[in-house]
């Protein structure tokens, strides 16, 4: 006797509904898919209990007949498919036929629709999957679709379901999702009675974000600009990341309108944000994908949260290099907001020409010699002209281990200071001889002069890596190293990328190993624990890639290059810290994602002193 057979209809559905409608949030989704498939721009949310007593959804789409009304019920039956490679091509968010049959299955379910060109609508009543009842009806254009006593019939399932206040917010977070993927409908949801979200139409995408977010800055606008010959396209809209929280899920994904949780995407919008974002902060806002349907493939999860691309990294290349040029573009108006506002003539102080600055300063003299090919722009202004590899090399080491911090800005001496002043900003003290505190019009500004250094630097190092070598120079008197056996063969598998760093060192034999330069910008500490420090990163990649790996070792030769906490800056030391943050390209975040300024208006102050 054959032990294969067919199973039951009834029974078959009921295991598709345990692959689609995993708990009263995939009820949701499903119809709210079906609604947008139907050209609907206005969708009424109404849930009772958790959502398994009453899910019911009202759209103004273009409705269905009769008969329409009656194959949605059967397993496969679809209007989105019409041939073998339309599933290849899907442009639409429902397209297997199998959310109202498998939500039947386990509910007690009615529809009434109606197309606007007829005169009544239908209305269909089942019971766990058996239709009892269809007739004309009176009814608006559009479709209705109740949900009732969801898994009544498979307690099993019920049990296996959330807190009521934990199901609530999967719907919750489920309507949210589709009201920021289609900014053009409108949304309302009520929960037991009482409206908890409404989203009018004419609330765009950023509207929407900020109330949901609770955020009232800016956000960071990602555009990779008009789709290029391959048709794929990047928008959206990101939380600035010195605003991120500790908390994962606030990043929303979206491939052609579809709601999807996708790790390479999120991963790509990371690595677009590294060193911008400090470890442990996840990225918040909304990230789109468009591109041709027959490049992305959905039919790779039953319920549909997953895609597959046709070209995986280069979508991961594209959304990581739009939301890093996103964050470059952002430099110009926060540059403007800080350096360029007007002052006016009765607010701005008298600035003097007389003084002469002091004799240590962030800009080396001007090179006598002709530049050598390698030699960089000065590390410590921009505008300075190159010089050879040796003076760079001398300047940043008097930088480093000679200069005197002469104390605080304004010399007691002197009754009448100058005004330190770039373009618009005026500098008026500092705290903690870390933080420089400056005037632009009414608004407050603080600096981060450690951070701010070490950007600088640090785009800077990147600069003379990528065009073949970080200037370096020689010890007076070389440091004689004695490794591992693991440390030195390090050495010499990665000789080359230590040399194109600025280490200058050659084997001593065995595993002792001569150290005769170090990179320019090494401060003044052991050039032994730096070589050292970067040798055990070559050792320890983590699995990470060579980026990161290249990053971080930039990053730590340009921290311990930088400015300390506790080192005073004259007023020509902060001035021309300052006019490198107007010239830079990228000034807003140390590498390490720690925001370089603060801005803070009239009305941020006068809430801390209850004046509002």
């Known amino acids: 006797m054959a032990k294969i057979r067919i199973l039951p209809e009834h029974l078959a559905n009921q295991i598709a509904a345990g692959e689609v409608v995993e708990r009263p949030a995939s009820v949701v989704k499903e119809l709210l898919e079906n609604s ?56 639409s968010l429902g397209f297997r036929g199998e959310a109202i049959p498998s939500i039947a299955s386990v509910s007690i379910m009615s529809i009434v629709s109606r197309r606007r060109e007829d005169e009544l609508g239908t209305a269909a009543y089942s019971s766990f999957g058996s239709i009892k009842k269809v007739h004309e009806t009176g009814a608006a254009a559009g479709t209705i679709i109740e949900v009732k006593n969801l898994f009544g019939n498979t307690p099993a399932r019920k049990k296996f379901l959330r807190t009521a206040r934990t199901e609530l917010s999967h719907i919750d977070d489920t309507l949210k999702s589709y009201a920021l993927a289609r900014p053009d409908v409108a949304f309302s949801l009520s929960v037991n009675g009482r409206q908890t979200i409404h989203f009018d139409q004419d609330m765009d995408l950023a509207q929407r974000l900020a109330q949901l977010l609770k955020f009232k800055d800016p956000f960071i606008k990602v555009d990779s600009g008009p789709p290029g010959p391959d048709g794929v396209r990047v928008s959206g809209l990101l939380v600035p990341p010195e605003s991120t929280q500790p908390v994962a899920a606030r990043l929303r994904l979206f491939v052609n309108n579809r709601v999807i949780k996708d790790r390479l995407l999120g991963h790509a919008v990371n690595e677009g944000l590294r060193s911008f974002m400090l470890k442990g902060r996840y990225p918040a806002g909304v990230i789109r994908l468009d591109l041709p349907p027959e490049s992305v493939d959905v039919n790779v999860h039953p319920a549909k949260h997953e895609v597959r691309f046709k070209d995986s990294r280069s979508i991961h290349r594209l959304v990581s290099s739009a939301v890093r040029e996103a964050m470059l573009a952002s430099q110009q108006p926060l540059r403007e907001h800080i350096f360029s506002q007007a002052v006016s003539a009765e607010s701005a102080p008298e600035h003097r020409h007389d003084v002469q600055p002091p004799a240590h300063d962030f800009r080396p003299p001007p090179a006598a010699a002709p530049p050598h090919p390698l030699a960089q722009k000065s590390i410590y202004n921009a505008s300075s002209p190159p010089a050879p590899p040796h003076g760079l090399a001398e300047e940043a080491q008097n930088f480093a281990a000679n200069r005197r911090f002469d104390g605080p800005l304004s010399p007691p001496e002197d009754p009448h200071p100058p005004a330190v002043q770039v373009e618009n900003l005026i500098v008026v003290g500092s705290f903690h ?13 603080v600096i981060d002069q450690h951070a701010a250094h ?29 490794l591992t056996v693991y440390q030195s063969q390090l050495v010499e598998a990665n000789l080359d990328q230590l040399e194109a760093m600025g280490f200058s060192i050659r084997d001593f034999g065995a595993t002792t190993w001569v150290l005769s330069g170090v990179p320019a910008l090494a401060g003044s500490g052991s050039p032994q624990e730096l070589f050292l420090e970067i040798l055990g990163r070559f050792g320890s990649e983590g699995g990470r890639g060579s980026g990161d790996r290249l990053e971080y070792i930039l990053s730590t030769m340009a921290c311990k290059a930088a400015v300390k906490s506790g080192d005073a800056l004259s007023d020509s030391e902060i001035k021309a810290l300052l006019e490198r943050m107007v010239r830079a390209d990228l000034f807003s975040h140390c590498p390490h994602g720690r925001p370089v300024v603060k801005v803070f208006n009239p009305g941020d102050i006068k809430k801390w002193f209850q004046r509002t």
């Open 433 to 445: 001889d870390l933080y420089i505190f400056c005037r632009n019009g009414n608004n407050l500004i």
């Open 454 to 482: 070490e950007r600088l630097l640090y785009e800077d190092l990147k600069k003379q890596y990528l065009q073949g070598r970080i200037a370096s120079q020689n010890l007076l008197f070389p440091v004689t190293l004695e």
């Open 36 to 91: 947008l498939d139907a050209g609907a721009d206005r969708i009424e949310v109404e849930i009772e209990g958790s959502g398994t007593r009453l899910i019911r959804i009202a759209d103004n789409g273009e409705g269905m007949d009769e008969d329409d009304v009656l194959m949605s019920f059967e397993r496969h039956g679809t209007s989105k498919i019409t041939k073998d490679e339309s599933v290849f091509e899907v442009t």
